[in-house]
């Protein structure tokens, strides 16, 4: 039971980037799945998810309209593709995988009681 990410590195602000996420031993498609990130000196944050019972997706209020989840069941791998990045966007992403489904609240997202961990990729934003 396996997450893999990668596509992480070097992009300028306003440009973009795409990380993968491929799962294997596992199907995401059973699983509430999405994207953490933990930035230099901070805790890590849940930053968006797609719940397993509704498809419902959510992203954190800082990322929205910059930042899209997507899945494709046949490949079992997870993406999320980033728009005009920030500098503040620098961080290093985690995908995770959930039984329980993801919930948020007064722009909070709380992603608990992930079962699968990436190892994390790392993305920085400069000019």
């Known amino acids: 039971v396996q997450l893999q990410a990668s596509g992480g590195g070097l992009v300028q602000p306003g440009g973009s980037l795409k990380l993968s996420c491929a799962a294997s031993?596992?199907?995401?498609?059973?699983?509430?799945i999405g994207w953490f990130r933990q930035a230099p000196g901070k805790e890590r944050e849940a930053v968006t998810c797609?719940?397993?019972?509704?498809?419902?997706?959510y992203y954190i209020d800082s990322v929205k309209g910059r930042f899209t989840v997507s899945r494709d069941i046949a490949k079992n791998t997870l993406y999320l593709r980033i728009d005009s990045p920030k500098p503040e966007d620098t961080a290093v992403y985690y995908c995770?995988?959930?039984?329980?489904?993801?919930?948020?609240?007064?722009?909070?997202?709380?992603?608990?009681?992930?079962?699968?961990w990436g190892q994390g990729t790392l993305v920085t934003v400069s000019s």
């Open positions: 031993g596992f199907t995401l498609d059973d699983y509430a």
């Open positions: 797609i719940n397993n019972s509704d498809d419902r997706i």
């Open positions: 995770a995988a959930a039984l329980v489904d993801c919930l948020l609240v007064n722009g909070i997202l709380f992603f608990r009681g992930v079962d699968v």
